[in-house]
């Protein structure tokens, strides 16, 4: 029994960091204006790439994408040298909807 249970003791650390998702926050950016950290071709693709928590420093340019965030993270733009500030464009086709209802009913007030 002590033996079964050094192995798995054994398998779940050499297995669990393969596992393991990403636990930090990390900052990351969008375009080429900082070519010393890890940078990513779309505002989508980071938003996609970095655990909750993370700072995405977005690069001067007009970026045509429609961004979902279903995590917790700071979007910051970031000026390079006379460059303006990123700006966030409608797609070329116009936006899609991403929600497939809403409602509001639970807002609404009954009158008695």
């Known amino acids: 029994m002590k033996r079964?249970?050094?192995?798995?003791?054994?398998?779940?650390?050499?297995?669990?960091?393969?596992?393991?998702?990403?636990l930090y926050a990390?900052?990351?950016a969008v375009g080429t204006?900082?070519?010393?950290?890890?940078s990513f071709d779309s505002i989508t693709d980071a938003?996609?790439?970095?655990?909750?928590g993370s700072t995405i420093l977005v690069c001067p340019g007009i970026y045509r994408e429609q961004v979902v965030i279903t995590k917790s993270?700071?979007?910051k733009g970031a000026a390079s040298g006379n460059s303006a500030y990123p700006v966030i464009a409608?797609?070329?086709g116009g936006p899609v909807?991403?929600?497939?209802?809403?409602?509001?009913?639970?807002?609404?007030?009954?009158?008695r």
């Open 33 to 38: 204006c900082m070519p010393g950290r890890v």
């Open 90 to 92: 409608l797609p070329a």
């Open 47 to 52: 938003v996609e790439g970095v655990p909750p």
């Open 4 to 22: 079964c249970v050094s192995s798995l003791l054994r398998a779940g650390l050499l297995l669990g960091p393969l596992m393991a998702t990403p």
């Open 73 to 75: 993270m700071a979007i």
């Open 97 to 111: 909807a991403n929600a497939a209802r809403f409602s509001l009913a639970c807002w609404s007030r009954t009158r």
């Open 26 to 28: 990390a900052t990351v």
